[in-house]
């Protein structure tokens, strides 16, 4: 089968995105290849699919374990013999590994660096028959990147204990030059095919704020994006303990992650984010190298990081399914103050020379100005991230906070009371609509209801237009701040906090000029049924939601509606593995939900 038949059968996807064809043709064409392109937009295929059509088996060297646990998952669900050797397996699963590799069952091998020069893996590498070496996360070889890893410099050594010097392809989605440079010394690529894609990534919108409390903003956000999975990153554990304490306290579905946990508890933690089952997880930069999860909507800095480098990388954690995500960080003086203390406070590196420590101190902090300028905004965010990878742009982007002209959050307590005020004068007897009227001193209104056109607050809100009311009110009803009852307003226990004690309220400000993609209709109903199916398949298998189909492939099945096998297949993302392990169940479902509603 050749690549695009590969693609469709096995991923279920129409088409490559940019780079990825280049790539895979080097790989076969036998030529080393550095791979450069941003979080999300697909490397791992670049190697997969190139690992499927070569005789023999792929090495992957790859740093985390909890991303080749995911990868794998994901392999076999696609029916791609795939294994990890790392120090997580027991020793049985690990001899049942080693004896199925020998025989040449795998397309893929997983291998942390660690393990390179394990005696067992070098004999089992020599004497099956290797297709080509990947090098995942290649930046980790260099001290210049920002997650630099010792045990990544065994891999030159790995490479070229083979007598026959297999293609070694690298990727990385860090992109500057020092860091290039590094990777194509230190692995010793052999003139590469360097493949260098756009790093924007358009789905993503970027926002900077500075808000007075970044506890309350967090909340309003939580609260307008209910049922949505994100990130918060925080820089300390000690921040994210005490936002994961105040979070939990007020019922928020949050769970936390950092190096000071049990690795039981870390794993536990992030597995029920990754199932879905817990919406928000709260964590340090230690979180996030091993996560695949797609669904990601925003990603939220509570503090600012140390580099660009990272924030991006981090940011880029959203949106991976190519939905609109939202990445927004919240900056405050303090944060500078923070991560400048890091850098002048490393931890102790045996593997580096004293000048060549006070080198990479200056680096790190010529890399936080460029950081803390990205904070204050000036132009448009995107841009100045892109330029800082080399890619220069002109126009603004038209999708960040400051080609939006985003302001804070908009204080609206005045609103609030009006609105409470008109509907405990109006006897709580009103819907939405006619309280909207009459806020707005409608002359409709006061001709057919003489009686509501006397009462005080009548008109109180003449200056306000007509759908920031109601925008205003359903935020309310939404803040729990006011309930309705068969469309009509009434008051509830929370109401007097604001009408009477002093509460302010504030409703985020969203940017107008955000415009959703023009994605499919999706069928809203159909679609919370299709993920409550995929929730239980992914339980009963154990394995993340996402590995079964992603939001956006079940997003296109509600719009499509499709009734056979064939239909089911031409779906982006159905392969003809998942088609056969699923296809039956979703067209059922599809099926059923189509006669309830004929
Ligand atoms: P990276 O390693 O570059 O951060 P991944 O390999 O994890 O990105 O891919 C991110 C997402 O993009 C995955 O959900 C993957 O299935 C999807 N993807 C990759 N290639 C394609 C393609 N050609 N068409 C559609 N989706 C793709
Ligand atoms: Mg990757
Ligand atoms: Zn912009």
């Not at 010097?165 to 989605?173: I, Y």
């Not at 500057?176 to 260098?196: F, S, W």
Request: charged share 25%; proline share 3%.
């Amino acid at each position: 089968m050749d690549k695009y038949g590969i693609l469709k059968e096995y991923f279920g996807y129409d088409g490559f995105r940019e780079g990825q064809e280049q790539i895979i043709d080097s790989i076969l064409g036998g030529r080393d290849v550095l791979a450069v392109m941003p979080t999300g937009a697909g490397k791992s295929l670049c190697f997969q699919i190139p690992a499927i059509m070569l005789d023999g088996t792929a090495i992957v060297i790859s740093p985390l374990i909890s991303l080749m646990k995911d990868q794998i998952y994901s392999l076999k669900e696609n029916g791609i013999p795939a294994a990890a050797i790392n120090s997580s397996s027991d020793r049985e699963a690990l001899q049942k590994t080693y004896s199925e590799a020998y025989d040449g069952k795998y397309k893929l091998i997983y291998i942390s660096p660690e393990r390179l020069d394990s005696r067992t893996f070098l004999a089992l590498a020599s004497s099956i028959k290797i297709s080509f070496v990947c090098v995942d996360e290649a930046h980790c070889v260099s001290q210049w990147g920002q997650d630099f890893r010792s045990s990544y410099l065994k891999i030159s050594n790995f490479i070229s204990s083979f007598n026959e010097r297999p293609t070694v392809a690298a990727f990385t989605a860090t992109a500057t030059q020092a860091v290039r440079c590094d990777i194509e010394n230190l692995l010793g690529l052999k003139n590469p095919d360097t493949v260098v894609t756009g790093f924007d990534r358009k789905n993503l919108y970027f926002e900077v704020r500075k808000p007075k409390s970044k506890l309350e903003f967090i909340k309003e956000y939580l609260d307008m994006n209910r049922d949505k999975s994100g990130i918060i990153y925080c820089s300390t554990r000690k921040n994210v303990e005490l936002l994961y304490g105040r979070l939990s306290a007020d019922g928020y579905s949050v769970t936390k992650y950092h190096a000071g946990l049990d690795a039981e508890e870390r794993k536990s933690n992030q597995d029920n984010f990754v199932r879905d089952n817990i919406r928000i997880i709260i964590a340090t930069n230690a979180f996030g190298m091993g996560i695949d999860k797609s669904n990601i909507s925003f990603v939220i800095h509570y503090n600012m990081p140390g580099d660009i480098e990272s924030y991006y990388q981090e940011a880029g954690r959203a949106g991976r399914d190519g939905e609109n995500a939202e990445c927004i960080l919240l900056y405050s003086g303090r944060d500078t103050a923070v991560q400048r203390y890091f850098i002048n406070h490393p931890s102790e590196n045996d593997e580096l020379s004293v000048d060549d420590m006070e080198r990479l101190r200056r680096r790190k902090l010529d890399r936080l100005d460029k950081m803390v300028e990205y904070c204050m905004g000036r132009k448009c965010l995107r841009n100045y991230i892109l330029s800082y990878f080399g890619e220069v742009r002109t126009n603004g982007c038209g999708n960040c906070s400051v080609c939006c002209g985003v302001r804070e959050t908009a204080d609206i307590t005045v609103q609030a009371q009006k609105i409470l005020c008109a509907v405990a004068r109006t006897k709580e007897t009103l819907t939405v609509g006619t309280i909207v009227d009459f806020l707005s001193g409608s002359e409709t209104l006061a001709a057919a209801r003489r009686d509501l056109s006397q009462i005080k607050t009548f008109g109180a809100l003449k200056d306000c237009p007509e759908e920031r009311i109601a925008e205003i009110i359903l935020y309310l009803v939404r803040k729990d701040l006011i309930d309705t009852d068969s469309g009509i307003l009434k008051l509830n226990e929370n109401s007097g906090s604001v009408l009477f004690s002093g509460k302010r309220v504030f409703i985020p400000y969203k940017s107008e000029s955000k415009e959703a993609p023009p994605a499919s209709e999706a069928d809203d109903d159909l679609l919370s049924i299709l993920k409550k199916l995929r929730k239980e398949i992914a339980d009963r298998r154990n394995v993340p939601a996402f590995v079964i189909f992603s939001d956006s492939t079940l997003r296109e099945i509600s719009a499509v509606k499709p009734l056979n096998a064939a239909q089911f297949l031409r779906i982006k993302g159905v392969g003809a593995k998942k088609a056969e392990s699923y296809g039956q169940i979703f067209i059922k479902a599809v099926n059923l939900y189509i006669n309830e509603k004929m």
